[in-house]
């Protein structure tokens, strides 16, 4: 085991604690964090953030092994042209026919099983982002990364971004940007209006919770695609596509790594029993 792991995990956290705020402890912070992030390595053995299974030296400073990695489930084709949710032979698509305009199309890499989850809950709530490097990997294929187009990581209010001290959708931006050359832009979309969690709401209700949430800056002209770690219903990759097009961007897609299981696999096992 590792028993240097969680404590820096924590320490590591709190510099991203203070972004924003402007402090003059800012800087130190940073070179603390690259600091700490370099003893980690040279300190934890390599072992798998998600099996605890070593990592083999052929994969160099991975925190997420190979073999966690192939067994993501990648969501299968043939897609809605406009959401991404796999569709079945030609029944209509249902997830996206309450989209707000805007939104043109989103993409996600893999279904979020347990594997997937746990990945996302290690870099959200635990303070390892460079687990976004291997979740971004995955991504570097989907549809709407292509040339000429601008990341943009779904923003978090500032409320949550102080008590989680960063934002998980901009390491994956970051890590996006870096593998791909795309440039990420943080400075285009701000959430103006922290919305309650939305795991309750029916998709009806997402979109009413979200609806105004997202007020974007200069983007006229430009092709976007926006950055998140789960798509969920989509209500929230809408308004901030909504908003981002409201403001003149020619276009705007959406990418995320993992995809909550909806409603398709019931469809399917009914549709199953029926032939
Ligand atoms: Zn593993
Ligand atoms: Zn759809």
């Known amino acids: 085991m590792w028993p240097f792991a969680e404590p820096l995990a924590g320490i590591r956290a709190c510099p991203e604690q203070r972004e924003g705020a402007g402090s003059a402890l800012h800087s130190g ?14 300190l934890l053995p390599p072992a798998c953030l998600l099996c605890r299974e070593p990592i083999p030296e052929r994969e160099d400073d991975a925190l997420i092994c190979g073999l966690c990695r192939v067994r993501w489930r ?12 796999p569709t079945l032979r030609d029944l ?3 997830l996206c026919q309450a989209w707000p ?8 890499a893999v279904w979020l099983d347990r594997s997937a989850r746990d ?3 290690r870099l959200k709530y635990e303070g390892w982002s460079r687990a976004a490097e291997a979740m971004a990997e995955a991504m570097r294929a989907l549809e709407p990364l292509t040339p000429g187009v601008s990341l943009i990581p779904v923003p978090l209010g500032a409320r949550r971004l102080r008590v989680r001290g960063y934002n998980q959708s901009e390491r994956i931006a970051a890590a996006l940007g870096a593998g791909t050359g795309l ?25 009413a919770n979200v609806a105004g ?21 989509g209500a929230t990759l809408a308004a901030a596509g909504a908003a981002l097009m409201v403001a003149g961007a020619a276009r705007v897609e959406a990418v995320t790594f993992a995809r909550a299981v909806v409603e398709l696999p019931l469809a399917a096992e009914s549709l199953e029993s029926r032939v």
Do not use: I, K, N
């Open 183 to 207: 440039p990420v832009r943080t400075d285009l979309l701000r959430r103006v209006r922290e919305t309650p969690t939305q795991t309750a709401l029916t998709p009806e209700a997402r979109h």
């Open 29 to 42: 912070f940073r070179f603390l964090a690259g600091y700490l992030a370099d003893v980690e390595r040279w």
């Open 74 to 85: 990648p969501v299968p084709h043939p897609v809605c042209e406009r959401c991404g949710q």
């Open 213 to 233: 949430a997202f007020r974007a800056g200069a983007v006229t002209g430009l092709r976007l695609v926006l950055v998140d770690d789960v798509f969920t219903t």
């Open 101 to 108: 305009a805007g939104l043109a199309r989103v993409r996600s």
């Open 92 to 94: 209509e698509c249902r």
């Open 119 to 121: 990945a996302v809950h």
